[in-house]
């Protein structure tokens, strides 16, 4: 099942359920363009996962660390599907990162990897966007992680059953083919994650883990058009903003 929150022609949003062409919500049924699609969670917080493929910390030229490198985004970064995100001026480089997200499904703490999946909602597409400028430049990484518009998400949330143990993910910009893997390539599993995280901190219906990026981070542009597709969800598409610095 593929889980949806959109808003309804008459304004009011819903939490339905989708296919590719159509959203149901109770006994209305709706063609899939003539509503909005919203981010399909309201996280309290997005905790993301750096370096969780050992390619990617490879090109970052870093190891892959003894134990998950976590990070943090709040709510402001989170955009919506089909949105156009303006990201921040007068920077050298703002880089895509597609990431399969997890959203929980239940306020927890201390849960142990075995039981893990248990907690878990489903999974959704993540665009885990960095502004490499500054996050080369500071610790915490809130300037290069946390700005405005910097986790598109959606658009919908599949049920674990819909999504293979070794789903593709790929990203795309302007069509081209820039990142492509499987989320088996996981250097810590989602019950790892669940565990390590929940070990420190509490997480709340909504929230998202997001897991890490493959190689092929790049660039982005004024104008450029974004997809994230993962096997079993669908495809996260946003376009792109980059205005002139003053």
């Keep these: 099942m593929h889980l949806v929150r959109f808003r309804d022609p008459s304004g009011t949003i819903r939490q339905g359920t989708a296919t590719d062409d159509t959203v149901v919500f109770g006994d209305q049924e709706y063609a899939r363009d003539s509503v909005d699609i919203l981010p399909p969670c309201e996280p309290t917080k997005i905790i993301c996962v750096g370096r969780n493929y050992a390619d990617h910390a490879s090109e970052r030229d870093s190891d892959v660390p003894d134990r998950p490198l976590l990070f943090l985004k709040p709510p402001n970064a989170v955009a919506a599907p089909e949105s156009t995100v303006t990201l921040p001026a007068g920077k050298e480089r703002i880089d895509w990162e597609a990431e399969f997200a997890v959203v929980i499904d239940e306020q927890c703490r201390n849960v142990a990897a075995a039981d893990a999946l248990d907690v878990v ?45 070794d789903a593709s993910i790929e990203l795309r910009v302007n069509g081209e083919t820039k990142q492509d893997a499987a989320v088996d390539q996981f250097y810590f599993s989602v ?31 004024d104008g450029d058009h974004v997809e994230v597709e993962i096997e079993g969800i669908g495809t996260l598409e946003h376009g792109v903003v980059i205005p002139d610095s003053d």
């Design 191 to 221: 019950s790892e994650l669940i565990a390590e995280i929940t070990e420190h901190m509490t997480l709340e219906p909504g929230d998202v883990i997001s897991t890490g990026t493959p190689a092929g981070v790049g660039a982005l542009s």
């Design 121 to 165: 909602r489903g999974y959704t597409c993540l665009n885990d966007i960095s502004n490499r400028d500054d996050q080369d430049r500071e610790q915490n990484w809130v300037r290069g992680k946390a700005f405005d518009n910097a986790a598109p998400l959606g658009p919908v949330i599949a049920t674990p059953d819909e999504v293979p143990d």
